[in-house]
């Protein structure tokens, strides 16, 4: 998108997206941590809000012509000032990149976390994360 659109309108698209994207987290109770080129890296204290949020970003993403991927997963995060790590971070950074346009992915975790919330998980695919020990389960959500 950044080839056809030229650096100025990529630009504006960037802060389109950033804009729209930290209103979401934000209005679903979370905050975003840093912004990633064409990413955002988020928190949220609960699996179903950030379900939810998924679900406003790709609806209002979509109305300016961006398809996202979205990944999730819950656990104890490593708060470093004002940035975050741990294997939690890298475990959604891996869900997320096995995500299609326009999906969220999520691990087992969310999904348990879930249970009763309305959203609904489709099993997709067991994997290994690059990195990470074992195969995990990941699933779609809606």
Not at 24 to 47: M, N, S
Not at 130 to 137: F, L, M, S, T, Y
Request: aromatic content about 4%; hydrophobic content about 40%.
């Amino acid at each position: 998108m950044a080839t056809d659109l030229g650096d100025g309108a990529w630009r504006t698209r960037l802060d389109e997206h950033d804009r729209t994207t930290k209103s979401a987290v934000e209005h679903h109770g979370g905050r975003v941590v840093k912004t990633t080129g064409d990413g955002v890296l988020a928190v949220l204290d609960l699996p179903t809000q950030a379900l939810g949020c998924a679900k406003t970003l790709h609806r209002h993403l979509r109305h300016q012509g961006i398809e996202i991927t979205a990944g999730i997963h819950a656990g104890e995060i490593e708060a470093r000032g004002d940035d975050i790590a741990g294997i939690v971070v890298n475990i959604a950074a891996r869900v997320q990149s096995t995500a299609a346009a326009g999906t969220t992915r999520t691990t087992a975790m969310v999904r348990d976390l879930s249970a009763g919330s309305g959203f609904d998980f489709a099993e997709v695919a067991t994997t290994e994360l690059k990195g990470i020990d074992g195969d995990w389960v990941l699933y779609e959500a809606s």
